[in-house]
């Protein structure tokens, strides 16, 4: 039976990206279609209600998820295999 939190099985519904620095990219692509795209730098965190997407390099939400009063175990499950803590979930 496959690890329904591998990698490999999951499949992202959508791409969760900062609208700035994909807006950048798109102009830079126009000026300089060979020229490389700015990395994007996001920290994923743990918040009271559930977890937040941040984009760094604008200072701005990207996306956030509220889990509410809903169980976290698979959280929790998620954070053991990475070597995360949720000592705080």
């Avoid at 959508?14 to 300089?32: F, G, M, P, S």
């Avoid at 559930?50 to 701005?60: A, I, N, S, Y």
Wanted: charged share 25%; hydrophobic share 40%.
């Amino acid at each position: 039976m496959s690890d329904p939190l591998s990698p490999k099985s999951i499949i992202p519904a959508e791409v969760v990206e900062c609208l700035i620095c994909k807006a950048e990219n798109e102009t830079a692509r126009r000026h300089d279609p060979d020229g490389d795209e700015a990395p994007a730098l996001l920290q994923i965190g743990r918040t009271p209600l559930g977890l937040q997407v941040w984009c760094l390099r604008h200072d701005t939400n990207v996306y956030h998820v509220e889990f509410g009063k809903h169980d976290l175990s698979v959280l929790r499950m998620f954070e053991a295999q990475i070597g995360g803590s949720a000592a705080d979930a």
